[in-house]
């Protein structure tokens, strides 16, 4: 079992940038692909970017792709979101998950294939 806790969200206006946290419990942080998804008002949670358990490599939804990065520290427990160029379409509930069993060098895409979700994040993009 593991317990991710996400943190830097807020309110920013469009075109600014913000860095989202999530840190994890545990000492096996390092075996688990990590992800962040997105879910706003009435629409479903959608993926938005995930990275394998190295940080080797990363895979993006076409929607942020060259404006988030995401990235981890296995030292520090922790999966990080930089979020640049920010638009209005981008306000959201963000969240990090973590996927029990993952490949070494596996990227995962999809909300079913996460097992541990934190509580979110809000991010509110000003026009």
């Known amino acids: 079992q593991v317990q991710l806790v996400e943190s830097g969200g807020g309110l920013v206006q469009a075109g600014g940038s913000l860095g989202l946290s999530c840190a994890a419990s545990?000492?096996?942080?390092?075996?688990?692909?990590m992800g962040w998804f997105r879910q706003a008002p009435g629409k479903e949670r959608e993926f938005v970017a995930t990275?394998?358990?190295?940080?080797?490599?990363?895979y993006y939804a076409d929607s942020v792709k060259g404006r988030f990065t995401i990235s981890r520290d296995n030292a520090k427990n922790t999966v990080y979101l930089q979020i640049n160029s920010l638009k209005p379409e981008d306000t959201a509930v963000y969240y990090c998950a973590a996927v029990r069993f993952s490949g070494s060098d596996t990227l995962y895409r999809e909300v079913y294939q996460y097992d541990y979700w934190g509580q979110g994040t809000q991010v509110t993009v000003s026009s």
């Open positions: 990275i394998t358990r190295s940080g080797g490599s990363t």
């Open positions: 545990g000492r096996t942080f390092s075996r688990y692909a």
